[in-house]
């Protein structure tokens, strides 16, 4: 069993069927709305979800109950990583959050998770929020309450999330440099050097 779980996480996940987000029913989580979506890339015309584009903006809830805004964090390096509570990359990626944070101490990185569905494909409470960011240790990252119309490239605008997790790294002048499908610690780490 272990053998197997092994050779599950050590798997490329792109050469491999993936399973895919099903679209849930909006419970009232905050979420991006028309209103928002309009002129949040700041000064941008344009904005969208691809290497070298702007990103868009978007608002959601924090483990604490708070609002979180992409564009509020302009200036330092952001790691978006989508992932899901039934996905075992997603949570083996967890457990390297604060040790690779640690290791970028001074550089300004900020790591948020947005998780878009629980471990049943529901949209995640914030109760399960914090018990992700409880038991994975996360202190000072933002963990948020997802919501899949961020993650479905269907509207212009949206990030295109079919591999998890999917880590879209930003630069500090709210550009995307990279975009990770599944988890490779390595390679991420190349990518953080290479901002930094």
């Not at 050590?10 to 979506?37: F, K, M, V, W, Y």
């Not at 002129?39 to 608002?59: D, S, T």
């Not at 959050?97 to 001074?106: P, R, T, V, W």
Request: charged share 20%; glycine share 8%.
């Amino acid at each position: 069993m272990a053998l197997a779980l092994l050779i599950f996480a050590c798997q490329d996940l792109r050469t491999e069927p993936q399973p895919r987000l099903a679209p849930i029913e909006n419970s009232g989580i905050p979420h991006i709305d028309s209103g928002e979506r309009q002129g949040l890339a700041e000064n941008y015309e344009n904005c969208g979800q691809g290497i070298a584009q702007h990103p868009c903006n978007f608002k959601l809830q924090d483990q604490y109950g708070k609002s979180w805004q992409l564009y509020d964090h302009r200036g330092s390096i952001i790691v978006l990583d989508f992932s899901t509570m039934w996905c075992g990359v997603c949570m083996h990626a967890a457990t390297k959050i604060e040790n690779i944070l640690e290791d970028y101490e001074g550089h300004n990185i900020i790591w948020v998770t947005v998780l878009l569905q629980d471990q049943y494909g529901n949209l995640p409470t914030l109760d399960l929020i914090k018990l992700w960011a409880r038991t994975f240790e996360i202190e000072y990252s933002p963990v948020l309450v997802g919501d899949l119309r961020i993650a479905k490239a269907i509207v212009t605008g949206e990030y295109d999330v079919t591999v998890l997790p999917t880590m879209v790294i930003i630069d500090q002048e709210m550009t995307i440099q990279y975009i990770m499908e599944g988890w490779n610690e390595g390679r991420f780490r190349v990518y953080l050097d290479s901002l930094i």
